[in-house]
Each structure stands twice: as structure tokens, then as C-alpha cells.
T-cell receptor, first 114, second 113 residues
Framework: AQSVAQPEDQVNVAEGNPLTVKCTYS??????LFWYVQYPNRGLQFLLK??????LVKGSYGFEAEFNKSQTSFHLKKPSALVSDSALYFC????????????FGTGTRLLVSP | ETGVTQTPRHLVMGMTNKKSLKCEQH?????MYWYKQSAKKPLELMFV???????ENNSVPSRFSPECPNSSHLFLHLHTLQPEDSALYLC????????????FGSGTRLTVV
């Protein structure tokens, strides 16, 4: 089955420090991978995606993600965290079964302390 | 606004009530989705509509009844719900096959009392 795994329920980081939120995937064929962010009582907002090409993908709010085929990973990163980055982050993979659907990870809560 | 609008934002209903959640998109998308998000659980895909036809129903109890009257609107009709149905219900839309993922609404926070 095609899936993504987010091994950390929560990541804590101090403001100004770099952050990494981990995601690994299991898919057949070339993966389409996504990161979404969710603020309290809001829907999910698109951050970035990997389809093909450069393994380092840049997205919204200064976030980037690195696609690593050999490690089947797609970790989300930011060089310098902000308190306002505190939110729930979801990794997802596209599955095609005649139509597309996204399969989401369980989410990682990022807490950035002042 | 993300382009996908969900109403109401909050809903409190008794177990014997009947209510409906509404989702509307004007992005020209032709697929729409209902997800359920409960505390400390993964996002659960409930229903998928493709070109106004239901193409996926993930073992959702019959007390949830979706309706897609056209490509821009999606409803979730609720009746005789249980307290464990309390959750954030998210609607999303996309092109049928696309590299752009989904656009989500802000969700309806449902509380069943």
C-alpha cells in the first residue's frame, strides 16, 4: 500500500534555530509528495510539493523540503524557525486509482519556543 | 480565503437532529472530498466525488450521507449522530488528475451532544 510515515508526534525547537520535520514514503513508481500545514481550527494549507527535478524544493513561508530517493524520505526544513511556525504539519503522497487522492501521514506538531 | 468555502464553521447538534454541512468551490475543480479529522487520529478520507459521481466511500456509517449536485458544491447530510462523530470535517477539491494536490476549506467543527 502506498503510504507516508511521520515518525515524530511533536518537534520542539527554539526560535531562530533550524527545524526539521521528518517524513518517509512508500510508493510504487515515482512519488508525488506534498507538505501541508494546519493552524488551529483551520483547514490544511499547501506548503510545497515534489513532482520531479531538483531534489530541494522551496515552498511558502521560507520552508523547503529535500527529496531523497535512496532513503525514501521527504523531510521538511527551515533554516530559522519562528514562533508563528508552530502548527501541525502533514506529509502526503498522491495515489492514482483512476482519480487522484492524497494519503496523509499522521501529522507532526511543531512547537517553536521564544 | 482559500477558494474552498465551508459552512457553517461551527455546529453543535443533538443526537436526534438532522443537519447538513456545505462545501463550495469556484476553482474549476472537478473532484471533491470529505475528510474527518479527530483529535489524535490520522485524517480519514470519507468520500470522494469525481465529476459529480461518488467514486469512493470508505466504510462510512450511513448516518453520514454525501451529496454532490454539481461540480461546485458538496454536502454532507448528518442524522442521528453519535458523540464520537464530533470532529473537524474538512472539504477539499482538486482537478481529477493533477500535480497540484488539494485545496482545503477551513472546516466545520462539529460537536454532537
Amino acid at each position: 500500500a502506498q503510504s507516508v510515515a511521520q515518525p515524530e508526534d511533536q518537534v520542539n525547537v527554539a526560535e531562530g534555530n533550524p527545524l526539521t520535520v521528518k517524513c518517509t514514503y512508500s510508493v510504487s513508481g515515482n512519488p508525488y509528495l506534498f507538505w501541508y500545514v494546519q493552524y488551529p481550527n483551520r483547514g490544511l494549507q499547501f506548503l510545497l510539493k515534489y513532482i520531479t527535478g531538483d531534489n530541494l524544493v522551496k515552498g511558502s513561508y521560507g520552508f523547503e523540503a529535500e527529496f531523497n530517493k535512496s532513503q525514501t524520505s521527504f523531510h521538511l526544513k527551515k533554516p530559522s524557525a519562528l514562533v508563528s511556525d508552530s502548527a501541525l504539519y502533514f506529509c502526503a503522497v498522491r495515489v492514482l486509482t483512476g482519480f487522484q487522492k492524497l494519503v496523509f501521514g499522521t501529522g507532526t506538531r511543531l512547537l517553536v519556543s521564544p | 480565503e482559500t477558494g474552498v468555502t465551508q459552512t457553517p464553521r461551527h455546529l453543535v447538534m443533538g443526537m436526534t437532529n438532522k443537519k447538513s454541512l456545505k462545501c463550495e468551490q469556484h476553482l474549476g475543480h472537478n473532484a471533491m472530498y470529505w475528510y474527518k479529522q479527530s483529535a489524535k487520529k490520522p485524517l480519514e478520507l470519507m468520500f470522494v466525488y469525481s465529476l459529480e459521481e461518488r467514486v469512493e466511500n470508505n466504510s462510512v456509517p450511513s448516518r453520514f450521507s454525501p451529496e454532490c449536485p454539481n461540480s461546485s458544491h458538496l454536502f454532507l447530510h448528518l442524522h442521528t449522530l453519535q458523540p464520537e462523530d464530533s470532529a473537524l470535517y474538512l472539504c477539499a477539491s482538486s482537478q481529477l488528475i493533477s500535480a497540484y494536490g488539494y485545496t482545503f476549506g477551513s472546516g466545520t467543527r462539529l460537536t454532537v451532544v
